[in-house]
């Protein structure tokens, strides 16, 4: 399995507002999909993709990106096994984020309200409050 590799990069917009949960251990979790367009030779759409973070990413994402917003995500693919109410076996697939950037212009983001302003927008030339996030901290 040393030669495989599980990466993701994505640059899309929120469908909705991160719903943040803590986890038993205390650990923040946070959970929201992004819009990714495609383009084809005779046609065009839009993929959603669901993204979770964890920790410290996890409380950024849910403290500064709000629907409409357009980031960058960067993590590994996970498909995991769930129960739902009825007891049968259900599958979600899912991004694992370990790396955002925030882009688009401060204020960008449609009819969404707009964030205090001290949020951090992380663009090109980059922010230096919060330009991107791993897990476990800032690099």
Sequence with gaps: MANDLNSCQFIGRLGRDPEQKSLPSGDLVTNFSIAVGWKGKDKE??????IVAF????EIIGKY???GQQIYI???MRTRKWQDKEGADR????????KMQMLGAKGESSSAPSRPSSAPQAGIPFDDDI???RLGGPW
């Design 74 to 76: 960067e993590g590994s």
């Design 65 to 67: 990106c709000q629907k």
């Design 131 to 133: 330009p991107f996030m």
């Design 55 to 58: 920790g410290k990413l996890a």
């Design 91 to 98: 599958y979600s697939t899912e991004v694992v984020a370990n």
């Design 45 to 50: 759409g839009a993929e959603w993709v669901n």
